[in-house]
DNA sequence: AATTCATGTCGTATGTTTGCGTCATTAGAA
DNA sequence: TTCTAATGACGCAAACATACGACATGAATT
């Protein structure tokens, strides 16, 4: 039996290491910074609204959405034939919770090696 | 004069937008956060140990710094054959202020449109 | 000077992301 | 029921990221 090796090696990573990467990789995209502060700006959140806010065609806003939602990020419920979109509370705190414990690990001391 | 449309769109988008964009795009692989926080971790701080702590070629991982340096998040010394790097306190502060502020800005009040 | 060692650069193969047109679906309007 | 409107899913093409072997460079060592 013949395992055959992929190029993929990020499984070799910790995964409090993944995960931070992975938000970080959603965050990683203009368009969805500018969607989830959109989202923080506006109260009326319907997706055709953030398509014609962005410099982007419908389509490509739906996948960002998509991603952005797969990630924890926002909600979106349905309002007849529209599609009402949100921050996710939750998710976004575990963002920033991430972040902030990352953030304080890698705080380099005033006693630097380098100069 | 016809100008060729490139598929890339991101000048579409503010500067700040981009900003946190790119710095969350060096953050979304986890070699390089593996990297930071080995570098907030050990005190010798030589590009062979952490070619040899992680699970990639050195080659790779030279890459990885690479990155990492033109983010502005860590620097190189010379140091006769090897090469020391260390967190660079003024790059770290930089994107700590930056997730910082993109995060309050982002932060869902209670009361929210979704439920 | 020749060798060795630590490191960076280049080229290349492969995987992943982005953008968007087209189609399918589903809710409301006519 | 038929039509229209809002949206997600699918699939393709171009751009970008990742991994790494092979080569280049330049400092120490012999």
Do not use: W
């Not at 203009?30 to 410099?55: E, H, K, N, V, Y």
């Amino acid at each position: 039996m013949i395992f055959v090796e992929t190029m993929r090696k990020l499984d070799l990573f910790e995964k409090g290491q993944q995960e931070i990467a992975a938000i970080a990789k959603v965050m990683s995209h203009p368009a969805r910074i500018a969607i989830l502060q959109f989202l923080a700006a506006t109260p009326t959140c319907i997706s055709g609204d953030i398509s014609d806010f962005l410099p982007l065609s419908r389509t490509t806003v739906s996948q960002h959405l998509k991603d952005l939602k797969h990630a924890g990020l926002i909600k979106g419920e349905v309002e007849g034939l529209k599609i009402k979109y949100c921050l996710n509370k939750k998710g976004i705190e575990k963002m920033k919770q991430l972040f902030g414990d990352l953030l304080e690990e890698i705080t380099p001391e005033e006693e630097n090696n380098c100069l």
